[in-house]
Nanobody, 122 residues
Framework: QVQLVESGGGLVQAGGSLRLSCAAS????????MAWFRQVPGKEREIVAA????????YYRDSVKGRFTISRDNAENTVNLQMNSLKPEDTAVYYC???????????????WGQGTQVTVSS
């Protein structure tokens, strides 16, 4: 039932930064975890970062630790992904996802955004 609207994707040079944003509706009054995934054609979708309802728990895949930061503003029902020191390997379609705020952060997501393209040039 949740709807997700993403923004912030684009083209950036290696070493640059982008900030992705996702606005959620439909779960505004229910606890839910949120996450960012990414996918390259021909490869499986992979989780990038995730955050619990109150922000107390976060998860980052090893390849983005120290470079990406996930945050959320529940008053505005948004989740953000600040991406710094971008590398060509970060090029992918990035998806926002949500799930009920139960269980682990790495799986069980049941609602997805439309995806936003991030391209990092070398």
């Amino acid at each position: 039932q949740v709807q997700l609207v993403e923004s912030g994707g684009g083209l950036v040079q290696a070493g640059g930064s982008l900030r992705l944003s996702c606005a959620a509706s439909g779960r505004a009054f229910s606890p839910y975890a949120m996450a960012w995934f990414r996918q390259v054609p021909g490869k499986e979708r992979e989780i990038v970062a995730a955050i619990s309802w109150k922000g107390g728990n976060t998860y980052y895949r090893d390849s983005v630790k120290g470079r990406f930061t996930i945050s959320r503003d529940n008053a505005e029902n948004t989740v953000n992904l600040q991406m710094n020191s971008l590398k060509p390997e970060d090029t992918a379609v990035y998806y926002c996802a949500t799930k009920p705020n139960w269980g682990g952060l790495r799986g069980g997501y049941d609602s997805w955004g439309q995806g936003t393209q991030v391209t990092v040039s070398s």
